[in-house]
């Protein structure tokens, strides 16, 4: 007797709940015109949307909900616009002597280098090797003559966001030979010419 109570009991909540998760309510009047409401429809009753009601819904457990839900697409990275890159360090036209001589670069961007972004230097057009993502550098064993560098940021994909105007420099080395006296005063004195 006691399980068919407890039975009949948990029939009559579980129904309890299904009516109540319906959400649905019809109006209409009856032949006295008063108006009437029940959430089952009869003839001649119109529906009543209800504002501010949702309706319910089934609680999965979290970790069903998880694995039904997409995952979300992390939010993407704002893009970083540089309004500079410069050289400046070596000057332009600036000439170093010696064959030994070491040539400092450095540059500065506005603003710093964004992570994933890559900033190169190039000397006389070809890629520096090691220098990539530094702001200061170290050239050495250059040739006698005229040099150029330039730099430039790259975003992931390899695409220039910005390039820096060229820097022109100068390797000088000393002669060995000593230098020739030249002008009148130093030219030898004739040898006199017989009468």
Same mark, same amino acid.
């Given at each position: ?11 009559? %909540?579980? +129904?309890?709940?299904? $009516?109540?998760?319906?959400? @649905?309510? &019809? ?47 992390? %939010?993407? +990275?704002?893009?970083? $616009?540089?309004?500079?890159? @410069?050289? &400046? ?107």
């Amino acid at each position: 007797m006691k399980t068919r109570t407890l039975l009949l009991g948990c029939l009559l %909540a579980m +129904a309890a709940q299904a $009516q109540e998760t319906r959400r @649905e309510l &019809w109006t209409w009047k009856d032949a006295n015109g008063v108006a009437q409401y029940s959430d089952r429809p009869v003839p001649g009753a119109t529906k009543v949307e209800l504002s501010g009601v949702t309706p319910a819904q089934s609680v999965a457990p979290p970790v069903a909900r998880a694995a039904i839900e997409p995952a979300a697409k992390p %939010a993407a +990275a704002p893009v970083v $616009q540089y309004q500079s890159l @410069e050289i &400046w360090a070596p000057e332009n036209g600036e000439s170093f002597f010696g064959a030994d001589a070491t040539v400092s670069v450095r540059l500065r961007s506005e603003p710093s280098l964004d992570s994933g972004d890559r900033l190169l230097l190039f000397l006389d057009g070809k890629l520096v090797e090691g220098a990539e993502d530094a702001y200061e550098h170290t050239l050495s064993n250059l040739e006698r003559g005229a040099h150029s560098i330039t730099a430039t940021i790259l975003d992931s994909q390899g695409n220039e966001k910005i390039r820096s105007e060229p820097r022109v420099f100068h390797i000088k080395q000393p002669t060995t030979i000593a230098p020739r006296a030249v002008g009148p005063n130093l030219k030898p004195t004739p040898k006199p010419t017989p009468k």
